[in-house]
């Protein structure tokens, strides 16, 4: 009898040691996680995480093993966090290490009653967090009717219908379909669908966060462009005007300052507008071709072949004529590019900056600028997602992004899936002062 309340004693000494929260955190760019905190006050210590065995779930037992035996991988949750508490008058401060997947950074937090103040160190950067504390554990949101509602969206308006019946994408869907119930945040359900879309036949494929802060329009007023020195213009590709008016008026500035080198950098995730593709080709173009086509699901649901090139201005409007509007390309059947040189255009020699990031619109005008030879590509091999991406809201917090159109050069042939090799290679050193060295007399 002695031992079983020996034993009952230390059993609650210990739980008094140990205290469970639970708390709906957010960070800067408005994605949440469901964070469970665990603070042993005996010694001091906290730990906190998301789902447990999540990572283990998306990966599969088998490969999380194996990453975990070859040392990529140390936790089964997507978010695990550990490290010292120390109690300061009403709060509770948090200092250790904050790990995603195989990355880890320094970590604080403060938590003072039911909130959560906190943030990571990323690159000398501080990424915040904040939180508020939850009575007990549940999923953020109803992920299920999103990932729902995404499908659905997806399987009426992916560009190309031939994807839905992939096997590929039935492996997608079948996998996602067993996880969805299990999803109990934002980090979860990205990760799920980006760990097992790997091997869809297009990309990209994301249920995104709505921004408030992003702007829908697609027109850019403000063309971030630079002069490198008294010869040579570099243009950021983020930034290319969508209006002609807007491009016209850059173009003006440009051909009274009589650079003789043009630069347009495609590095990073860089995002043009369908519409400023077109103004660009027309500026730095000195012939009229038809590039080719872009076609929706709305051109296949009544069409089982592409149109042939001869057909493309009969059928489609040109992005550089008005009327397209960002998000909305599904109503459409498609539309081409067809390049008509300015009055105003450049003249002098051009240069495309591209690497394994540079994709969608981007990477469909880097294809035509090198099969037309109007551009010498230099840096890295492109990301092989030539496609016209758009986001469909699905619910009042959430849209999918993913691929509305896809392009068809006047040959037919859709453009290469691996990517597109550049004229000159440049791996290791910078890509543009590489130019500026080597390509620039």
């Keep these: 009898m002695?031992?079983?309340?020996?034993?009952?004693?230390?059993?609650?000494?210990?739980?008094?040691?140990?205290?469970?929260?639970?708390?709906?955190?957010?960070?800067?760019?408005?994605?949440?996680?469901?964070?469970?905190?665990?603070?042993?006050?005996?010694?001091?210590t906290f730990k906190s995480f998301t789902r447990k065995e999540a990572l283990k779930d998306i990966a599969g037992t088998f490969t999380w093993t194996l990453a975990k035996t070859?040392?990529?991988?140390?936790?089964?949750?997507?978010?695990?966090?550990?490290?010292?508490?120390?109690?300061?008058?009403d709060s509770t401060i948090l200092n250790g290490t904050f790990t995603y997947f195989d990355k880890q950074f320094p970590f604080s937090a403060s938590i003072f009653k039911n909130q959560f103040i906190g943030f990571y160190t990323d690159r000398n950067r501080q990424r915040v967090l904040t939180g508020t504390k939850l009575p007990f554990y549940k999923p953020i949101k109803d992920y299920q009717n999103i990932i729902n509602t995404s499908f659905a969206h997806a399987e009426k308006n992916l560009a190309n219908p031939g994807w839905v019946k992939s096997g590929d994408w039935k492996e997608f869907r079948e996998k996602i379909n067993e996880l969805k119930p299990k999803i109990a945040d934002d980090y979860e359900m990205a990760a799920s669908i980006e760990w097992n879309g790997k091997k869809l036949p297009f990309k990209p494929f994301e249920i995104s966060k709505i921004n408030p802060h992003t702007k829908t329009t697609g027109a850019k007023n403000v063309s971030s462009f630079r002069e490198l020195n008294p010869k040579t213009v570099l243009f950021d590709a983020n930034s290319v005007p969508a209006t002609k008016t807007a491009f016209d008026s850059i173009a003006d500035i440009i051909g009274k300052k009589g650079?003789?080198?043009?630069?347009?950098?495609?590095?990073?995730?860089?995002?043009?507008?369908p519409a400023a593709?077109?103004?660009?080709?027309?500026?730095?173009?000195?012939?009229?071709?038809?590039?080719?086509v872009f076609l929706t699901r709305k051109w296949f649901d009544s069409n089982l072949k592409i149109p042939e090139a001869n057909q493309y201005e009969k059928l489609f409007k040109s992005f550089a004529e008005t009327g397209y509007k960002v998000n909305s390309f599904t109503t459409e059947k498609g539309r081409t590019l067809k390049i008509v040189p300015s009055q105003n255009s450049f003249k002098g020699k051009v240069f495309v900056l591209t690497d394994s990031k540079t994709s969608k619109v981007s990477e469909v005008l880097v294809h035509i600028l090198k099969t037309e030879k109007i551009a010498v590509i230099v840096g890295q091999k492109t990301n092989g997602s030539a496609f016209l991406v758009e986001r469909l809201p699905v619910t009042g917090e959430f849209e999918l992004i993913f691929p509305v159109a896809e392009f068809y050069?006047?040959?037919?042939?859709?453009?290469?899936?691996?990517?597109?090799?550049?004229?000159?290679p440049v791996s290791k050193e910078d890509i543009l002062q590489y130019v500026l060295k080597n390509l620039i007399k």
């Design 259 to 273: 650079y003789e080198t043009l630069i347009l950098d495609f590095r990073g995730r860089s995002s043009i507008n």
């Design 409 to 424: 050069p006047a040959n037919g042939k859709p453009v290469e899936k691996n990517g597109i090799e550049p004229n000159k």
């Design 277 to 292: 593709a077109n103004y660009f080709a027309n500026f730095i173009s000195k012939r009229i071709f038809t590039a080719g």
């Design 70 to 89: 070859a040392g990529k991988l140390k936790y089964a949750e997507i978010v695990f966090i550990e490290g010292k508490t120390q109690n300061r008058k």
């Design 2 to 44: 002695t031992r079983i309340l020996i034993f009952i004693v230390f059993v609650l000494l210990s739980l008094n040691s140990f205290a469970q929260t639970f708390w709906k955190i957010e960070n800067e760019f408005g994605d949440e996680i469901l964070l469970t905190v665990e603070i042993n006050t005996e010694n001091n």
